[in-house]
């Protein structure tokens, strides 16, 4: 059904505008904002900014209804796999959708970066996310150096996270 996914769109969409706290999405120079989530792989909890503290930092939203999502976070892959070790972590938060639904989906991907699941897409209404993917890049000071709403270019994208490594 093609309605399913398109509706899953409209309403993360709305919450992320209308959220709890009316969160506006940070902006460069800003702090990462804290929170708490669960990894899709064994449920380790992971803390924001405790868990990061010291490295650069991409933190991407998505879903797997998302359009540009797949071949993205596909492209992110061989960059984190090359850098992890210079203190790059990735973080794919996933928007709302249950690990059943995402499980194959990362899979097939076959992504080895962490993936988060956040129920109700409370993460993504506290970071004033508005459309997806939504990737922030986080310095090693944790701060906000880069917002990117959309779609990538993948050449930019790995220069603009190389230069804060």
Not at 67 to 83: G, R, V
Request: proline content about 5%; hydrophobic content about 50%.
């Amino acid at each position: 059904m093609k309605f399913a996914p398109v509706a899953a769109a409209l309403a993360l969409m709305l919450l992320a505008a209308c959220g709890e706290d009316g969160a506006k999405a940070p902006v460069t120079g800003d702090p990462v904002r804290p929170f708490v989530a669960r990894t899709l792989a064994g449920g380790e909890e992971i803390r924001l900014p405790e868990a990061v503290a010291g490295k650069v930092v991409v933190l991407r939203f998505w879903a797997t209804w998302c359009a540009f999502c797949k071949d993205e976070m596909k492209s992110i892959e061989p960059l984190w796999q090359k850098e992890r070790e210079r203190g790059l972590v990735v973080l794919a938060v996933n928007a709302g959708q249950k690990a059943e639904d995402i499980e194959k989906f990362v899979a097939d991907l076959g992504i080895t970066y962490p993936v988060l699941l956040d129920p109700g897409a409370k993460v993504a209404r506290a970071y004033g996310v508005t459309g997806l993917p939504m990737t922030f890049v986080v310095d090693r000071e944790g701060k906000v150096r880069h917002r990117i709403l959309g779609e990538s270019d993948m050449e930019g994208f790995v220069k603009m996270v190389e230069g804060l490594l």
